[in-house]
């Protein structure tokens, strides 16, 4: 007799939602924490020939096809460290807990944080342990010391600064954690080209240190391409467990292109930061709303309802994304991801009529 699906599939499988992906169809989309803008119609044409030229007949150069040497002299990776690509840093994220699942491993995170930490512990079957934040989002760090001491994770992540909530730690209570954690620390830095520091410069100096960076905040989120700089120790296992073709030629091929006119998704990083600033100070005015600071592409503001508020949004065309009900610490919050100024406008013009 066959079996069922549900008597071969692993039950925690079995239990969990796939991850949502909100239709944005029709709206202005502010959810997602992607760039607004494309690239000049110029660039974007010399893309297009250069496209054109690539070999979609072959399988790609399974060592990044140059991707990692524009990399290390666009991003200042030092040479100590090893640079390994991934099908944007989620699939990093499965590579890291692929190799790390030891009978019994735990995996440590921050609690609320980058929500695929979870996920891929329950996929690739570590325990999660989940360590609170305060309620303003900052590290507890004799909780966390303590939950160190006592689960001794194999792996713990921080994302540097974090999401959902926009803050950066203080960098030396980060390295307070990379100090006292037994296991590797994963750096997790989307949002770097956003933030005021960063812990590249440290990547293969200290043993137990990881930091990952992706395109994907920068402008290029469609094509996939995260990026991981660590100890070659680490390098050498973790490339063990990617497929070798991981990341696909014409991938390579636009991150080459990209990493060439490095300027241009600078200057839109420039302008982004510029346009948070505006957003914040004009949301922080708005009756009953507290803003968190935010050294990423997004604020989160916490509202008199968040559920209300995001309904009334997105039936005035605008997608945000509503964090309520995602962790208590998150009680009628809303990320807004900072678009150009004439979509921040309309989300201010809309609020306006709303609140
Ligand atoms: C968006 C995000 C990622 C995932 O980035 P991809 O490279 O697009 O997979 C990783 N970490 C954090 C904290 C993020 O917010």
């Known amino acids: ?22 239709d944005a169809t029709g709206l202005i989309k502010l959810d997602a924490m992607e760039n607004p803008y494309r690239l000049p119609a110029e660039l974007n044409a010399e893309l297009a020939a250069t496209l054109a030229e690539v070999a979609i007949n072959r399988y790609p ?55 695929m930490y979870r996920m891929n512990a329950l996929l690739s079957g570590l325990e999660y342990v989940g360590v609170p934040l305060t309620a303003d989002f900052a590290i507890d760090l ?32 980060v390295e307070a954690l990379i100090e006292a954690a037994p296991g590797l620390v994963v750096v997790d830095e989307a949002y ?14 200290r043993d137990n240190l990881l930091v990952m960076r992706t395109l994907s905040k920068i402008g290029l989120a469609g094509i996939r ?16 467990v990617r497929p070798p073709y991981n990341v696909n030629v014409l991938t390579q091929a636009v991150a080459r292109f990209a990493l060439e006119h490095r300027a241009v998704f600078d200057e839109q990083a420039a302008i982004l ?18 803003v968190f600071p935010s050294e990423a592409n997004f604020v989160t503001v916490r509202v008199p309802d968040a559920p209300a508020l995001f309904a009334g949004l997105k039936a005035a065309g605008i997608l945000i994304k509503n964090l309520h009900g995602a962790h208590p610490l998150l ?3 809303l990320r807004f991801t900072v678009g150009s100024p004439a979509e921040n406008d309309a989300v201010l013009a809309a609020l306006a009529q709303l609140s």
């Open 225 to 240: 391409l995260g990026y991981a700089a660590t100890s070659p120790a680490w390098a050498r296992e973790l490339d063990k």
């Open 331 to 333: 009680s009628h919050c």
């Open 142 to 173: 004799p909780a966390t010391l303590a939950a160190i001491d006592a689960h001794r994770p194999a792996v713990l992540f921080i994302a540097y600064p974090n999401n959902p909530t926009g803050n950066r730690y203080p960098r030396e209570t």
């Open 273 to 290: 930061r510029a346009e948070r600033a505006r957003l914040a100070e004009a949301l922080a005015a708005r009756p009953g709303f507290t």
């Open 61 to 115: 150069d399974p060592s990044g096809g140059g991707v990692k040497e524009a990399l290390r002299a666009a991003y200042a990776i030092p040479d100590a460290a090893e640079v390994l690509l991934g099908n944007g840093s989620d699939e990093l994220i499965t590579l890291i807990t692929q190799a790390l699942a030891r009978p019994g491993a735990k995996l440590m995170a921050l609690e609320p944080s980058f929500v």
């Open 1 to 22: 007799m066959k079996q069922s699906v549900e008597q071969l599939v692993r039950p925690e499988i079995l239990a969990i939602g796939a991850y949502h992906v909100a």
């Open 192 to 205: 770097q080209a956003f933030a005021d520091d960063s812990f590249m410069s440290d990547a293969g100096r």
